[in-house]
Every structure is written in C-alpha cells, then in structure tokens.
C-alpha cells in the first residue's frame, strides 16, 4: 500500500511521538505484516508507517469514537467542524455539552466526535483531560487561529482507514492482545512512569496507571515474548521501568515535553525504547 504523506495524527495527545519517529523508525522491525497498537493515542506511529493490517485501541472511547467517524463519516464530520468558533464563551458552553448526561447521550456520533476534536484544537496546550466523573475539563486555549478543520488531513486518514485492514476497540490493552495473529508486531506507548511526584499525568481517562498498571503491562510483554511476538515499548527512563525490563533490549533516547503547564519545566527528558527483539 502506497503511503500517504497527508495521514498524519489529527489530534495532540500527551506523551505523542511525532517528534520521535526519526528515533524510533530505524528500531522497528524491517518488516511488519501486522500491525497492534493497544494505547494508541494519536496515532504518530501508525500514521508514518501506515500498515496495511492493524489492530487499534485505546481505552479511551472518545478517541476511538473520532476515529470510527473519521473512517465511516468524514464528510459529515468536517461539516459538523465548519459550526464550531473559536471563541472562549462558545468553547466552555460546548465543553459543558456531558454534564447534562441526557442531553450528552442524544448527540449523534459526528456531534461528539467533532466536539473532541474541537476542544483538543483550541482547549490549552492540546490537552485532553477529564476529570474523576470522565468530564473534559482543560481550560481554553486562546489560540489566534486553530486549525479546527483540518480537512486534507481528516480525509487522508479517513482514506487510509478504508484502504487498510484495521480493526478498532477501545478496551483494556491486555484484552485488545488477545487474537493477534503471531506475525503482529505489537508497540506500546502507555501512561508514563512518573519522573517525579509532580510529574504524574494520566487525566485522559478515569482512572490512572500506577505502578501495579506497570508491573502488569511488563508481565504481559513477557507473555507476548513466549509468544514469539515482537514487541516495543516506550516509557520514561525510570530506574523502576529498567528494571523491570532488564532483560530486554533498552535503548535510552531524548524527547521533548510540551505538556507541563509552566514552560520553565518543559524541556528534554530521557525516554526509553525497550524491544524484545535486535
């Protein structure tokens, strides 16, 4: 399948790897004939390697919504997107749409998926976050000109996801592993370990990813290591994370974080890649 340089992620995410691709390309395998990615985000990697074959999800159902829309409705999508402003008074009223849950379950998928996308494009920072009842609560952005309508994007991704064989969930990663074929390359990029106590980030769902989550996503690396799968995973570079994955391959890269509110703070951090394979 011939590669589309449009499709492109067409949300921020935090922890994305757009800006780590130049690192992490020459780390994958040469070939892969299908692809799994259990936290899948906004999708950097997938998008540059566009697989023919895939399996996609994350646990977060509003994300997985936007790309169920994108590859069955794209055109209704970017009409939907044409109404939204750009305007603070307009994006706290839009914002507000799941407090009234009756309200919020009559919306029609293109609704919802459109709100996602317009409150990840002007929201502060690209930053999707909810809080303990699974509300969007980030702040607005005050950005001059968002790029709400992303349209050569959303319908090169909306191309893709109907060219390629992909199958989409938004369970818990484990269950999403289960049926892979033994051919699948599997990348994870799950919540990171936190580097400090202050550091600590998982607001895009309910819930969290402790160290127990950690411990748990290492045992199911195992499981897929006695599987004869290939793997790879991205995490901070915590003495906690190499340990637990000592005794596989560890490469330690530098990435950029954008995502802290106070800019003194964003800057170069260590990051592994750790693999099963050479």
Do not use: H
């Not at 599987?227 to 994370?241: C, E, H, P, V, W």
């Not at 190499?242 to 170069?268: F, H, L, P």
Request: aromatic fraction near 14%; glycine fraction near 4%.
């Amino acid at each position: 399948m011939r590669k589309n340089k449009l499709v492109a992620p067409v949300l921020k995410w935090v922890g994305g790897k757009r800006q780590l691709l130049d690192v992490i390309k020459p780390l994958l395998p040469k070939k892969i004939n299908t692809y799994c990615e259990p936290f899948v985000g906004g999708g950097a990697v997938l998008f540059n390697i566009q697989p023919s074959k895939a399996y996609i999800n994350d646990i977060n159902q509003d994300l997985m919504l936007v790309y169920k829309v994108i590859k069955e409705d794209v055109e209704s999508l970017i009409d939907a997107l044409a109404d939204f402003k750009n305007e603070a008074e307009f994006f706290y009223s839009v914002r507000d749409w799941d407090r009234d849950k009756n309200r919020y379950a009559l919306l029609s998928e293109v609704e919802r998926a459109a709100r996602i996308i317009f409150l990840n494009k002007t929201c502060y920072n690209g930053l999707y976050r909810v809080n303990n009842a699974g509300e969007f609560n980030s702040p607005f952005g005050y950005y001059k000109n968002p790029n709400i309508v992303n349209t050569p994007v959303l319908r090169a991704v909306s191309a893709y996801f109907n060219e390629a064989d992909i199958y989409f969930s938004d369970t818990d990663y484990e269950t999403a592993l289960n049926n892979i074929p033994k051919s699948t390359f599997v990348y994870f990029d799950p919540p990171y370990d936190p580097i400090s106590s202050t550091s600590y980030f998982t607001g895009y769902s309910k819930g969290g990813f402790t160290q127990e989550d950690q411990i748990r996503l290492r045992k199911c690396c195992d499981d897929l290591n006695e599987r004869g799968i290939k793997f790879m995973l991205s995490n901070s570079a915590t003495d906690f994370i190499k340990e637990q994955y000592a005794e596989y391959n560890i490469t330690i890269v530098q990435a950029k974080r954008n995502i802290n509110s106070v800019a003194s703070r964003r800057g170069d951090v260590d990051e592994v890649i750790i693999r099963n394979y050479e």
